[in-house]
């Protein structure tokens, strides 16, 4: 088996360090970044949930609506007649008392 010399070796090592040195400080940038978005992510979701972003008319390219989602009408229809029910449950658990 043939082996480079000594002082060859040595250059190879210090190339592959210095290299190695570089992709090593890339993937901490790229990991540091991916973190932030995911933070970001994670505050673009919270106010979105809790309603200080408005996405109502938001309109996303190339994303076809779904057929399986009722429209937004309908769906306020169904909560009014859930909060109706509710309301009703509570004032027969009322009356029991």
Known sequence: MLLPGVGEQELIIAYLDERTTEINKSIERV?????????????????VVTGKLDVRGVQLSGIEPSEELEPLAEADEDEADSETELVGAGEADDAAN
């Open 31 to 47: 990991t540091a970044e991916i973190g932030l978005l995911r933070e970001y992510l994670a505050r673009l979701n919270a106010d």
